[in-house]
């Protein structure tokens, strides 16, 4: 069974979006998830993280400029 961590709602809303307090919820759980099957499956997290720094870091390791509408496109499977 996971334990459950909560971690500080998402402040801004970049998108000017309709943003609820169920909506951050859910997003952190998401993530919190997703760190926990990390943590469990390290063997897999490098293919991950380069995903991330491909979709949000330039070769600097500044944040990129995110184009949002396509950050759901997959080069295949992630995990």
Request: hydrophobic share 35%; net charge neutral; with cysteine.
């Amino acid at each position: 069974m996971y334990k459950i961590i909560m971690i500080e709602p998402f402040d801004s809303n970049p998108l000017g979006a309709v943003k609820t307090d169920s909506d951050a919820s859910d997003a952190n759980m998401n993530y919190t998830s997703l760190l926990l099957f990390l943590k469990k499956n390290p063997d897999k997290s490098v293919k991950f993280i380069t995903d991330i720094k491909n979709k949000f870091f330039d070769d600097s390791c500044t944040v990129k400029n995110i184009n949002f509408d396509t950050i759901t496109k997959l080069n295949g499977n992630t995990f």
